[in-house]
């Protein structure tokens, strides 16, 4: 038996989660001295509420080793023939590769595998999926992971910033880039590039970023089509009427296979 371990960076809604049987491991979201764990003590849309009113700008810390010890350790109580598969958001981006390792090292009887997505949110949260409904279909561990290295190298993974404030506050942009930008109405798309986040381009409406993100995902899945199924996350921060109109027509015209809406956590 496989069993699908990831981190909460994934974004996937929580009936996936339960449907496919997924452990998930919280990042810690840190607001002044308390600290919450993401999807667990602290909802995406609350934790949206609460930076509108706290005057502590969240911080993020990666799991520690014991965090995933934990579930390795509820999954082999099981049955200790397990092998797990811990699918982790990009190396690139978080340490919490790290912790899934150092982990798996503390039980070196156990088959534990440790896969980097390079990727975040729904681009490593489509990759959990496919695993975990691999697992359940009796897939052995290579084609798996065959498989996630296939998706790793094809996905695409593009997000439009609206607002440009929680950028600069997390120190992600300079003050004068910040002020420059604004003053312009300059709303950028950011990619993940060889597992780290990357300035993809630059536009000067919200309604423009969001068509250029539109075009591009059509044109992506154009170009495409006929490689194998089409898999398509979309998620919002704290916007879920354009993401649900953007969801809806992206569904219609490119018709995907798997298709899944979400909400990207502060973990993140």
């Not at 979201?29 to 009113?53: H, K, Q, S, V």
């Not at 729904?122 to 975990?132: E, F, H, T």
């Not at 300059?186 to 409406?205: C, E, K, N, Q, Y």
């Amino acid at each position: 038996m496989i069993k699908i371990v990831t981190d909460s960076d994934a974004n996937l809604p929580r009936e996936l989660l339960l449907e496919y049987g997924i452990s998930m491991v919280p990042i810690a979201i840190i607001f002044g001295e308390e600290t919450l764990r993401d999807e667990i003590d602290l909802t995406p849309e609350a934790g949206y509420a609460r930076m509108a009113t706290d005057p502590n700008f969240p911080k993020t810390s990666q799991p520690a080793p014991g965090d995933f010890t934990r579930i390795y350790e509820q999954i082999l109580a099981d049955d200790p023939t397990t092998t797990i598969l811990v699918v982790c958001v990009s190396g690139g981006i978080s340490a919490t590769i790290n912790s899934a390792q150092q982990a798996a090292k503390m039980h070196p009887k156990a088959d534990i595998h440790v896969f980097d997505t390079r990727s975040v949110s729904l681009g490593q949260g489509l990759m959990v999926r496919q695993a975990a409904q691999m697992a359940r279909d009796g897939a052995a561990l290579a084609k798996i992971v065959s498989t996630l290295e296939t998706m790793r190298d094809h996905m695409q993974v593009v997000f439009a910033v609206k607002s440009l404030d929680n950028l600069a506050k997390g120190g992600r942009l300079g003050r004068a880039s910040f002020l420059l930008a604004n003053m312009l109405e300059i709303r950028p798309l950011l990619t993940i590039d060889d597992g780290v986040l990357d300035a993809h381009s630059r536009h000067r409406t919200w309604g423009r970023a969001i068509g250029a993100m539109t075009g591009l995902v059509i044109e992506d899945a154009t170009m495409h089509a006929g490689d194998g199924k089409l898999q398509l996350g979309v998620m919002h921060a704290s916007n879920p009427a354009e993401c649900d109109a953007m969801y809806n027509a992206l569904v219609e015209s490119i018709s995907p296979d798997v298709y899944v809406l979400g909400e990207v956590s502060l973990g993140l």
